[in-house]
């Protein structure tokens, strides 16, 4: 290489280096000066313009410089109109809302109300009157289709408690049996619940209260309705 041809090769070099640095120090063309409120000229800085492939590098003042939105990720898609969703799509949404919805939502059975039938008996007696046999009659059917059936025996305050508890006793059993009779349908485990001298309804003070303690109460749930 001759020394002619080294010189023209640096001459193109420096060229080349001088052009780069003046691209940088070269004055960025601007408008209007822009001030604050004070009367400061605004801060301006170096700021990427355009993006992706177009991306380049410049000076510029605030508040002309590009701001930067941070990423975010979707995170619900908003409902559509009805009247602009398509069908398709609601139906969609409606399968989705009932594969989340309970499976199997069932109304609570109505209580029914307990039923009560009071018998009365003499004193010192567990026999059952025909008054108390018609009574237990006319409720066959409804307690042979009864859920449950409680025979409560009860007396008044006279005498001491042993015997008071026999007769108590006695008395459910004598109503539990004839229920038995004349329901068959009732299960056999009809429960007694037997209390001498205990759980009055009335004062034990005149004959008339303490013939009404003097008592079985027959307890039990009504059929529901429409079972034959």
């Known amino acids: 290489m001759t020394r002619v041809h080294d010189i023209a090769m640096t001459s193109a070099s420096a060229a080349v280096i001088l052009f780069a640095f003046s691209s940088c120090t070269l004055p960025v063309k601007q408008g209007p ?20 492939r177009d991306a380049y590098f410049a000076q510029c003042i605030e508040p002309a410089c590009p701001t930067t939105t941070p990423k975010t990720l979707a995170v619900a898609v908003a409902v559509a109109d009805p009247q602009t969703q398509p069908q398709t799509s609601m139906q969609g949404n ?7 919805a309970p499976a199997d939502v069932t109304k609570p059975a109505p209580l029914h109300k307990p039923q009560v ?29 009864a859920e449950r059936v409680l025979v409560v025996g009860r007396t ?4 001491p408690d042993a015997p008071n508890q026999a ?10 049996d004839h229920i038995k009779r004349v329901s068959p349908a ?43």
């Open 33 to 52: 000066a822009s001030t604050t409120p004070q009367g400061k000229p605004n801060a301006s800085h170096i700021a990427q313009l355009d993006r992706g």
């Open 94 to 100: 409606a399968r989705a809302l009932e594969s989340i």
């Open 117 to 145: 039938l009071v018998l009365e008996f003499a004193t010192d007696s567990a026999v059952l009157t025909p008054a108390h046999r018609t009574l237990l009659n006319n409720a066959a059917k409804a307690l042979g289709r």
């Open 156 to 159: 008044d305050n006279v005498g």
């Open 167 to 176: 007769i108590a006793l006695a008395r459910a059993g004598a109503v539990r």
């Open 186 to 228: 009732q299960p056999n485990d009809i429960r007694i619940d037997a209390r001498g001298l205990c759980c009055y309804i009335a004062s034990n003070d005149t004959p008339e209260g303490r013939a009404r303690n003097r008592r079985v109460e027959v307890v039990f749930t009504a059929p529901s309705e429409g079972v034959p």
